[in-house]
């Protein structure tokens, strides 16, 4: 499964990077506010920034919602760099502005997905990426778990290659389901893949290791 960091923060793309396991990034408008960036030119410096930290894929979303104004958006976007993925919203527009760029070969992200029909309809576009908000489901009291569990059975029944992009993944349990169920890629923010890290019996462990260690190198040196 591959590991996507959901956040404009560059110290945190940073360090998960640094870590090794990062697959790519996924942005969209208010992960970008909240870091203040701002502005169409800002915004666009920052997508690069993104780009020379990591090597993989960096899904930049569409302001625009009508499919003239979607192409001419999302062009310039995957213009930018290679490892740019257009995000497109789940709208009317959106799958035509989706079938389009698949026909000139430009990769996309078809975002705020919530139910299996939106989808089937995202792959049957040619979306490289379909992202399910699992965490806004959970908000509303919706098992987001269920709508991953139902997109890998209907792509699986058609070989559809679009790839399940779990989004809005917000804790590592998340991250965890998410890989049994056989999700492609999961987004999360940089706290939910550090805490995959922790265990107390590995702390606990390491530091008996250590003292233990110490304790032995102590009574070779009085003897
Ligand atoms: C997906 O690409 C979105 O950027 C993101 O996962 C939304 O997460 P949130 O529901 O925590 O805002």
Do not use: W
Not at 127 to 155: C, K, M, N, Q, W
């Amino acid at each position: 499964m591959k590991f996507f960091i959901d956040t404009a923060n560059l110290a945190h793309i940073k360090e998960a990077y640094e870590l090794g396991v990062l697959d790519g990034v996924t942005t969209n408008p208010s992960l970008m506010a909240k870091e203040g960036i701002s502005g169409h030119e800002n915004v666009i410096n920052h997508y690069k920034a993104i780009c020379e930290i990591v090597d993989g894929d960096v899904s930049a979303e569409v302001i625009a919602t009508t499919f003239e104004e979607m192409v001419i958006e999302g062009e310039a976007l995957a213009a930018l760099h290679p490892q740019i993925v257009v995000k497109v919203p789940m709208i009317k527009d959106g799958v035509r502005a989706i079938k389009y760029f698949t026909s000139k070969g430009i990769r996309t992200n078809c975002t705020l997905v919530f139910s299996a029909g939106q989808a089937l309809l995202a792959a049957k576009a040619g979306a490289t990426y379909v992202s399910p908000f699992i965490g806004r489901l959970d908000d509303v009291s919706t098992d987001g778990l269920t709508l991953i569990e139902d997109i890998r059975t209907i792509y699986d029944n058609y070989g559809y290659e679009t790839q399940i992009l779990a989004a809005s993944a917000r804790h590592p349990m998340h991250i965890i389901n998410c890989a049994k169920i056989g999700s492609d890629v999961v987004t999360a923010p940089l706290s939910a893949i550090v805490a995959l890290l922790k265990h107390p019996l590995t702390d606990n462990g390491l530091a008996q290791f250590l003292a233990d260690y110490a304790k032995a190198a102590e009574l070779e040196a009085v003897k």
